[in-house]
Structure formats: C-alpha cells, structure tokens
C-alpha cells in the first residue's frame, strides 16, 4: 500500500491547484481501548508533496477507576493497597514518524477542498520507562497509623513500540481536518509489570498484554 502512495512521486504527478505547503501543526484528540484518553500536538515537515516526517508528544492517561489491593504480613486483617489515582496509567509517548499521503483524491467535489489519505507509520518512546507507586496499608476499613506509605519502582520496563496511522484529511485552504484510526503493540503497563509488592507480582492482577487500537480526531494548520 505504501508503494502504491509513493508512487505518484516517482511518476511525476501533475499539480492539482493547491499550493503546496512544507509545514503542518495538528493537534488531536482520541480514545483507546486501555480505557484512556489521549491528546497529541504534532509537527509535519514535507520532504516533497506526498512524504513528509512527524514529530509527536502523546500524552496518554486512563479514566478507568482501577483499585488494587492484597494480603500485608502483621495481621489477617491488614491490606496494601494502591489508590486509584496511582492505579490509572498515565504517560508520555514521543511518537517519530513518517508521513505518506496521497495525491487529491477529490476529483468531483468542491475543487476548493483538498482530501487526501494518509498513514504515518512510526514509533513510540514511553517515557517514564519504569513507573513509580505509592503504597499504603489498611486494617479493615480503616488506615493503618504510624505505618508510612512506600514506593515501589519497576525496573526493566516496556519503553519502544510501534505504531501506524493512518487517517483521511480535508484541507480548506491553510486548516486542515482529520479523522482516524491507530494500531500499535503499545502497553499500557508496560512500565509497571515487573513490580513486586509483598512478595506479589503485580502483574498477576494487570490486564495481559495486547493490541491497542485508537480512534481520533484532529485540527490543524499548514504552512
């Protein structure tokens, strides 16, 4: 599919009446499957009409209201815990990427729009690599006094994934409006599955490994 996009630049595509433009800022918006939001500011620079190289800053967080908890040694009664404002993964994923578009695919519409289709294939770099969580202790209902909460760390965490997007944009004059979808083998506990709690293996009560698909939508600017 990539080469049948690449293909126009390698035949000499005609121009189609719109000015070509070098630079573009997006913003965009979207869910996942992770039960997360997520909100990308990018930066496209066009090498020629239909390649170009994006930069992206990925912030990424769920709103699942996640609680985990287990048996602490000092009594039957006595629990670790983690809140859920700690549970919820939360991070940042620097997205490198290439963009392919094709040419004007609004051929008998308005002339004064320009759709085109797009895929970015790419990477993401999730930062912090291995996270940090506050633990704290209950007795029944009720906090434990005079034990202070802990911090776990993982260690050897998930931090490159890859990734593809593709999305269909209409362009009106300077602005442009996307639409799309993203797969990557991106993990959303990627930076946590090694920790250990009470001799637990907190990867014993994360969700398992899998694909994460992403809908999204986007405003931006070309110039």
């Known amino acids: 599919m990539w080469?049948?996009?690449?293909?126009?630049?390698l035949a000499g595509a005609s121009e189609d009446g719109f000015k070509f433009k070098r630079w573009e800022f997006a913003l965009s918006g979207g869910l996942n499957n992770n039960y997360a939001w997520e909100v990308e500011p990018s930066f496209t620079y066009f090498i020629c009409k239909y390649v170009?190289?994006?930069g992206g800053v990925n912030f990424t967080g769920q709103f699942y209201d996640e609680y985990?908890?287990?048996p602490a040694p000092g009594g039957p009664d006595l629990k670790w815990f983690i809140s859920s404002d700690d549970s919820n993964a939360k991070r940042i994923l620097f997205r490198p990427a290439i963009r392919l578009r094709t040419p004007n695919i609004n051929k008998w519409g308005?002339?004064?729009?320009c759709v085109?289709?797009?895929?970015?294939?790419?990477?993401?770099m999730a930062v912090p690599v291995n996270e940090h969580l506050q633990i704290g202790y209950r007795?029944?209902?009720y906090l434990v006094t005079g034990i202070f909460k802990e911090n776990v760390t993982n260690t050897n965490g998930e931090w490159l994934y890859w990734n593809v997007k593709s999305f269909m944009q209409i362009e009106v004059e300077s602005w442009v409006f996307s639409a799309g979808?993203?797969?990557?083998?991106?993990d959303v506990y990627g930076g946590r599955r090694n920790m250990v709690i009470e001799r637990k293996p907190l990867n014993d009560m994360l969700w398992k490994k899998k694909m994460t698909h992403a809908f999204f939508l986007s405003v931006g600017i070309q110039f």
């Open 110 to 113: 308005d002339r004064d729009l």
């Open 139 to 141: 007795e029944e209902d």
């Open 116 to 124: 085109t289709f797009n895929v970015e294939p790419g990477m993401y």
């Open 181 to 186: 979808y993203t797969i990557s083998n991106y």
């Open 68 to 70: 985990y908890s287990g």
């Open 3 to 9: 080469i049948m996009m690449l293909f126009p630049v």
């Open 52 to 54: 170009g190289v994006t």
